[in-house]
Structure formats: structure tokens, C-alpha cells
């Protein structure tokens, strides 16, 4: 079943499923030019985070935004790529927020990268939480392109990019409450933050099996995949939130994820609950399996 048909049946609304299936065709074009490979390299420019750009990021950020501007149902949008949020159409109803290359220090050594993007109600994202989220679109450009949706109270989906659109692989994905796979990011931080080194040598002496490739896409999307799992990337004294950044990558990371049964926090409060503050604010992520987020987080018991 294609996706188009798949969203009518889930119940999605006339506009939200053109917003969603805008998103996907933004990932199709995405999709192309990151398996051709003819785009590599740097753009020579920095991100507001001040990251060096891929030509592959500004691509892959042109391309999102050539579609959502065909909507007029878009009013704002946001990207890890531009400095500020800015008006498509002022009478839109949505908002988007997107990563629109997740992992590019991966780019160059052919691992797995993704697209992350957050589907709001209208306005400035300023003081928006992931629970308002209406829909999130999340795509894994591996061996095979694979995109999950998430609809608020529908549950997240997987689908299969195919010669003939994007099918229907996995409906409703459930992730159990306990499960021993564990994706570490931010490892660095152990040698500054006792709590985590804690947790780590936990794992460890548990036997957890260690899945971590880099990108917060594909470690996270082995954890819905595979169903079980824990990926966290905590701060530390240098850098108390991390690196991961609330709009474009927790939050909606986070959503997906709740949608499937998981659990999400930045250590202190569900990170669907955390109002954005400024649009690069970065955020600590403790996020999979309920049980295996509880657990990690009694390590890091605040104060
Ligand atoms: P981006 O490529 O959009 O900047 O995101 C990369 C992020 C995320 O995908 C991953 O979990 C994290 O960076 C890895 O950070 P380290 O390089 O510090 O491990
Ligand atoms: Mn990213
Ligand atoms: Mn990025």
C-alpha cells in the first residue's frame, strides 16, 4: 500500500496529508542526489551552529524548501541550514522545522545519513513543544531508502521507497519497554561526567550490545527497527546540553519514537514537554525503550 493511501486510511486530514506527502517528495529529491554521489564536498559556507556545510546540506536544504514553497498551506519554516525561521505564506496553517542532512560528517565515508522533519500548527517555533507536533517525516538514506511517519495519536510507520513510490512496510511499530541495545553518543563526555561513565560501565557489565553508527537517524531508527534499545547523548561540564539540537533533532526524533511506544528525556523532563527557548538550542537526549530510558536516567539523578 502507498503511502498516499496509507495516511487516508490512518485518518489524516486533506491538509496535513499534503504537507506529509510535500515532505516525502522532498525526501525522494534528497534521496537522489545522496545515492548518485555527485554532490560531495564542502560548500565552503558555515551553519548558524557554525558547522561547516556540506554542498550536500544547502542541496539537500534547497530541494525541502523548493517543495514546501509549492504549499500555501506552509506559514513558517526552520532549518538546521538557515539562520533564522522565515514566512513562506502568511495565512499557512503549518509550521516545518527540518534537518535536512542528519550525519554529514558521515557523508564522506558512505554510512547511512537521514532527514528529520517536524510538521507544527502555524506561528513562530519559539515556545513550541514536540508535543504539539502533528506530524513528524523521518528519512534513512542506507543500502535502501526507508521513511517513518509519525502522526499525533496515530502511531509512527515505516515505509519502503520503491520504483514505485513509497510502500507500506511496518504499520503501527511498537518498541518493547526493555531491551539490551545501546547507542552511546557523545562517549567523550565520560571522561568529564562520572554519571555517564556510571552508566556506561552499567551497560557494559550487563552485556548490552553496542549499536552506534554516528547518525541519530539510523541508531535510532535500528532501535524502532529492531524494536528495543537506547540512544543517548548527554552534555557534560564544557558543554552541560550537548550537541543535539531541540527543534531539528530531539524533539522530533523524540516524537517518532513516543509514537511507538518508547519513552524520551533530557534528563529532567520528557522532552516532548521542553519549550523551544531560541531556535539553536541544543538539548541532552536519553531516548528508546521506557525501562531502558529509566534506567539510564538513574544515573543521572539531577543535583
Ligand atoms: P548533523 O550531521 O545534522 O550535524 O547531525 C549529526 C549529529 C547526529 O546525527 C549524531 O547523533 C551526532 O551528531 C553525532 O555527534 P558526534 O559527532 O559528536 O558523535
Ligand atoms: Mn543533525
Ligand atoms: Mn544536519
Known amino acids: 500500500m502507498q503511502l498516499d493511501e496509507h495516511l487516508k486510511i490512518l485518518g489524516v486530514n486533506d491538509a496535513l496529508h499534503a504537507v506529509v506527502m510535500s515532505c516525502a517528495q522532498g525526501v525522494f529529491d534528497i534521496a537522489n542526489v545522496v545515492h548518485t554521489g555527485e554532490i560531495l564536498g564542502y560548500a565552503g559556507t558555515q551553519n548558524v551552529f557554525g558547522e561547516s556545510q556540506l554542498k550536500l546540506d544547502v542541496v539537500s536544504n534547497d530541494l525541502l524548501i523548493a517543495e514546501l514553497k509549492k504549499l500555501p498551506s506552509i506559514h513558517m519554516i526552520a532549518s538546521e541550514e538557515l539562520d533564522d525561521e522565515q514566512e513562506l505564506h502568511a495565512d499557512g496553517d503549518f509550521s516545518v522545522?527540518?534537518?535536512?542532512?542528519?550525519?554529514?560528517?558521515?557523508?564522506?565515508?558512505?554510512?547511512?545519513?537521514?532527514?528529520?522533519?517536524?510538521?507544527?500548527?502555524?506561528?513562530s517555533f519559539i515556545g513550541k513543544k514536540a508535543s504539539e507536533m502533528r506530524a513528524a517525516v523521518v528519512a534513512v538514506y542506507g543500502p535502501r531508502t526507508t521513511l517513518f511517519v509519525a502522526v499525533a495519536g496515530k502511531g509512527t510507520h515505516q515505509y519502503l521507497l520503491t520504483s514505485g513510490g513509497f510502500e507500506l512496510q511496518k504499520e503501527k511499530m511498537k518498541v518493547d519497554d526493555e531491551g539490551r541495545y545501546f547507542a552511546p553518543g557523545n562517549l567523550r563526555a565520560c571522561a568529564k561526567n562520572p554519571q555517564y561513565k556510571a552508566l556506561v560501565d552499567y551497560w557494559l557489565a550487563n552485556q548490552y550490545t553496542l549499536r552506534y553508527s554516528g547518525g541519530m537517524v539510523p541508531d535510532m531508527n535500528h532501535i524502532l527497527v529492531k524494536g528495543r534499545g537506547v540512544f543517548t547523548y548527554p552534555g557534560y561540564s564544557d558543554e552541560p546540553n550537548g550537541k543535539l539540537r531541540l527543534l531539528y533533532e530531539c524533539g522530533t526524533m523524540s516524537f517518532l519514537m513516543i509514537e511507538a511506544g518508547g519513552a524520551a528525556s533530557d534528563g529532567a523532563m520528557s522532552l516532548l514537554?521542553?519549550?523551544?527557548?531560541?531556535?539553536?538550542?541544543?538539548?541532552p537526549i536519553f531516548v528508546g525503550s521506557k525501562k531502558e530510558v529509566e534506567k539510564a536516567l538513574e544515573f543521572f539523578i539531577m543535583g
Open 97 to 123: 522545522a527540518f534537518d535536512p542532512l542528519d550525519g554529514s560528517s558521515l557523508v564522506d565515508v558512505n554510512f547511512a545519513v537521514g532527514t528529520i522533519i517536524a510538521i507544527y500548527p502555524k506561528g
Open 273 to 283: 514537554d521542553k519549550p523551544l527557548e531560541h531556535l539553536d538550542q541544543r538539548s
